[in-house]
């Protein structure tokens, strides 16, 4: 086998305290990168770095709530920094609220867009000049199956991640001169700290689903391969070796597209 692709490579990850920003964090550890991993959470950074046992040396953490623009500037700046640049940045931060729509809150609606719409935004904006002098420099958003299919009780999460897929395309052909790739994956039918509800505020709320909710209607949600262990929704390992693809120069050829990680729910 020849040399690790994320050999000298530097990446910063949001939401790398649990779920599928925290497999990332493992994955590209595990296949030679340098990662700062972020997160509101300060207990999910230390079970991040708990499970990284071998890899500290290349492991760095730093708290960031990406709703705030004062806190994305710092901890940025402070993860460029402790990197030494910036080649990959993956945008896995994001919260998820479900409740029937007409009893949705504004205060509710406006949080979900903030953290996954907004704050994919901010910590974008604040990369890219790094990302301008960075070695093949890649973007991996995270939208989701909910952008392009209907998941019932899902109104705003949907909203946010139709906009993070659309604003990846614009950004894609933006800052194609620059040789700046831009895509997103869109899991389905994954285990995450979002559909497990599990971690505090670490921008990875539980989805809370109605109680009087139809049953019926999660059919359409629902994977058609089967997992290894017979359970509902697959590891998160199963997107992160997709981030990591999307993130490495082997994926040279590959922008302003998003790749779907669901089982063949939607196929």
């Not at 959470?41 to 760095?60: E, F, I, N, Q």
């Not at 700046?77 to 945008?91: C, K, M, P």
């Amino acid at each position: 086998m020849g040399t690790p692709r994320y050999t000298g490579r530097r990446v910063l990850i949001t939401g790398g305290g649990s779920g599928i920003g925290q497999a990332t964090v493992l994955r590209i550890l595990d296949e030679g990168g340098r990662v700062v991993a972020a997160d509101i959470s300060d207990s999910g950074l230390a079970d991040t770095v708990a499970k990284a046992a071998g890899h500290l040396d290349r492991l760095d953490t730093v708290r960031i709530d990406v709703a705030d623009e004062e806190s994305v500037r710092s901890a940025v700046a402070a993860a460029v920094e402790r990197l030494g640049g910036l080649d990959t940045l993956i945008n896995a931060a994001g919260i998820l609220r479900s409740a029937h729509f007409a009893e949705t809150s504004l205060a509710d609606f406006e949080q979900v867009l903030r953290v996954n719409l907004i704050g994919t935004f901010l910590v974008t904006r604040e990369t890219i000049p790094a990302l301008r002098e960075g070695n093949a420099a890649a973007v991996v958003n995270f939208s989701s199956t909910s952008a392009s299919f209907a998941h019932p009780y899902m109104a705003a999460y949907a909203a946010s991640k139709g906009g993070v897929q659309a604003m990846t395309h614009a950004l894609a052909l933006e800052f194609s001169k620059a040789r700046i790739r831009f895509n997103c994956v869109q899991p389905g039918s994954v285990s995450s700290g979002m559909t497990d509800g599990v971690g505090e505020s670490r921008q990875s709320v539980g989805p809370g689903l109605p109680a009087d909710m139809d049953f019926g209607l999660l059919g359409k949600i629902r994977s058609v391969l089967p997992t290894d262990d017979g359970a509902m929704f697959a590891r998160p390992d199963a997107v992160a070796a997709v981030v990591a693809m999307l993130g490495s120069p082997e994926a040279c050829w590959v922008t302003g597209t998003e790749v779907r990680v669901d089982g063949g729910t939607h196929m």
